[in-house]
């Protein structure tokens, strides 16, 4: 029996195909997404300005 999340992908899910491992993380996304709508923390997420921050810095940092 597995104990860790580590040892599930170290003896299962490493020596499945990248696609299969694909195909995987979507059914747990999908899984998770349907358990709980309130999973993604709005305050990790990206305002407008600091999509418009992130947008000049890169512009700028390009002329260095």
Sequence with gaps: MYCTAQ???????SVLSPSDR??????IINNLVQYNTNIVNQSDTWTEQDQLDLAIFSTQSDNL
Excluded: S
Aim: hydrophobic share 70%.
């Design 22 to 27: 694909l195909r995987l993380v979507a059914l």
């Design 7 to 13: 040892e599930i992908y170290i003896q299962v899910i």
